[in-house]
């Protein structure tokens, strides 16, 4: 079974910035398509980010465009999550997932998870 792990999570200032990480295990990483997930206290659970097996395909939710990137090193078998110009609406449980299939937004299509690493956002 495929085992992910996050890192990376801490406080940080509004406009400040985080550099997540998740590194995978018992699995083929090069051939997963790997996101990320976010869930703040009392919300869903919502689709952040999400890029292809090869790396060359991506997709962003619309309130993170221009300030995340996603980016994976295939070599490493982790999934990186560059975030920029933090707002405290960032501040959630953020979340690494994958799938053996092709890009996708939907939680539900995501068969393997992390536990979280917490991201705090202060004002």
């Known amino acids: 079974q495929v085992q992910l792990v996050e890192s990376g999570g801490g406080l940080v200032q509004a406009g400040g910035s985080l550099r997540l990480s998740c590194a995978a295990s018992?699995?083929?990483?090069?051939?997963?398509?790997m996101g990320w997930f976010r869930q703040a206290p009392g919300k869903e659970r919502d689709f952040v980010a999400a890029i292809n097996w090869i790396g060359t395909g991506t997709a962003y939710a619309e309130s993170v465009k221009g300030r995340f990137t996603i980016s994976r090193d295939n070599a490493k078998n982790t999934m990186y999550l560059q975030m920029n110009n933090l707002k405290p609406e960032d501040t959630a449980v953020y979340y690494c997932?994958?799938?053996?299939?092709?890009?996708?937004?939907?939680?539900?299509?995501?068969?393997?998870w992390g536990q979280g690493t917490q991201v705090t956002v202060s004002s």
């Open positions: 997932a994958a799938r053996n299939g092709v890009l996708t937004n939907r939680l539900l299509d995501y068969g393997y």
């Open positions: 018992g699995g083929d990483f090069s051939r997963y398509a």
